[in-house]
């Protein structure tokens, strides 16, 4: 199952509200998580279930969808939040993930 | 608090089998699946394979050929064995365990990571 990320890099503010979107190549249900990748760091949970937030993730974080199409929202983008965001689905064999979304600073 | 822990060599030879262990802290090795993920520099993750507590793994059909995913609950690690590297093997090697025993559960703990280099 092949996931595709847009936008591939996008420049916010901060307070900005910032929208990432996952396409799957076929029904996912929601078995779709979303991960956020500091430099020289291991991936971190921050979404699974397209929409249930990871303990401790702070609220401004939130995801939806089902199917093939599912979304990421920052609702107000803080400095800690520049990072790179990638969606994986666990639907199925081979998991697999998005080319990830690299939020940079305006 | 459940950590893991990659070790191995950072540099191996084309031709030859890149060999990794991940070491379990604070948890047994039961119920979960344990997982092993690469990142090519400036690339996305790849999913490499995961093993259960049985010993049933899962391959990513693309390296299904050379990859071997095993466990070892007296030492509480498992390992990667993946052969006839060349240099698109190169990559930070991660081991990760799911959040939960769902069949769909995302993966909840990460290494660190180990940045292996193929190169004569």
Same mark, same amino acid.
């Given at each position: 199952i092949q996931l595709t990320q847009s936008p591939s890099s996008l420049s916010a503010s901060v307070g900005d509200r910032v929208t990432i979107t996952c396409r799957a190549s076929q029904d996912i249900s929601s078995y779709l998580v979303w991960y956020q990748q500091k430099p020289g760091k291991a991936p971190k949970l921050l979404i699974y279930a397209a929409s249930?937030?990871?303990? #401790?993730?702070?609220? +401004?974080?939130? #995801? =939806? @969808?089902? #199917?093939?199409?599912?979304? %990421?929202?920052? =609702?107000? %983008?803080?400095?800690e939040d520049f990072a790179t965001y990638s969606c994986q689905q666990v639907n199925s064999y081979p998991l697999t993930f998005g080319g990830g979304t690299k939020v940079e600073i305006k | 608090q459940v950590q893991l822990q990659e070790s191995g060599p950072g540099l191996v030879k084309p031709s030859e089998t890149l060999?990794?262990?991940?070491?379990?802290? @604070?948890?047994? %090795?039961?119920?979960? =699946? $344990?997982? $092993?993920? +690469?990142?090519?520099p400036g690339k996305a993750v790849e999913w490499i394979g995961n093993v259960y507590y049985s010993g049933h793994t899962n391959y990513n059909p693309s390296l299904k050929r050379r990859v071997t995913v095993s466990i070892d609950?007296?030492?509480?690690?498992? =390992?990667?064995? %993946?052969?006839s590297v060349t240099a698109a093997d190169t990559a930070v090697y991660y081991c990760a365990r799911a959040l939960s025993t769902s069949r769909w559960a995302p993966l909840g703990y990460w290494g660190q990571g180990t940045l292996v280099t193929v190169s004569s």
């Amino acid at each position: 199952i092949q996931l595709t990320q847009s936008p591939s890099s996008l420049s916010a503010s901060v307070g900005d509200r910032v929208t990432i979107t996952c396409r799957a190549s076929q029904d996912i249900s929601s078995y779709l998580v979303w991960y956020q990748q500091k430099p020289g760091k291991a991936p971190k949970l921050l979404i699974y279930a397209a929409s249930t937030l990871q303990s #401790g993730v702070p609220s +401004r974080f939130s #995801g =939806s @969808g089902s #199917g093939t199409d599912f979304t %990421l929202t920052i =609702s107000s %983008l803080q400095p800690e939040d520049f990072a790179t965001y990638s969606c994986q689905q666990v639907n199925s064999y081979p998991l697999t993930f998005g080319g990830g979304t690299k939020v940079e600073i305006k | 608090q459940v950590q893991l822990q990659e070790s191995g060599p950072g540099l191996v030879k084309p031709s030859e089998t890149l060999s990794l262990t991940c070491t379990v802290s @604070g948890g047994s %090795l039961s119920s979960f =699946s $344990w997982n $092993w993920l +690469r990142q090519p520099p400036g690339k996305a993750v790849e999913w490499i394979g995961n093993v259960y507590y049985s010993g049933h793994t899962n391959y990513n059909p693309s390296l299904k050929r050379r990859v071997t995913v095993s466990i070892d609950p007296s030492k509480n690690h498992f =390992s990667l064995k %993946l052969n006839s590297v060349t240099a698109a093997d190169t990559a930070v090697y991660y081991c990760a365990r799911a959040l939960s025993t769902s069949r769909w559960a995302p993966l909840g703990y990460w290494g660190q990571g180990t940045l292996v280099t193929v190169s004569s």
